[in-house]
């Protein structure tokens, strides 16, 4: 039998963490992100599956590593 392989989630904790540290406003980061606020909001709400790019974004933007970003779905 087959595997199911896990996922990666963008930990939603650890971006409410950077907006607040960012010291910008959420729609300020969005754009920067290259995203919408309303999809930071989610972002920042619940775990959320996001693209390899959006979170190498993220991480370069806030000097985090992708890793740190991530959580793993069991």
Do not use: F
């Amino acid at each position: 039998m087959r595997k199911r392989a896990k996922k990666a989630l963008l930990n939603h904790e650890k971006i409410a963490v950077i907006i607040k540290e960012s010291g910008l406003t959420q729609e300020e980061l969005a754009k920067n992100w290259g995203i919408t606020d309303r999809y930071l909001r989610n972002l920042k709400s619940k775990d959320t599956d996001v693209s390899l790019s959006l979170a190498y974004n993220i991480s370069e933007q806030s000097g985090c590593s992708i890793d740190s970003l991530l959580t793993i779905e069991p």
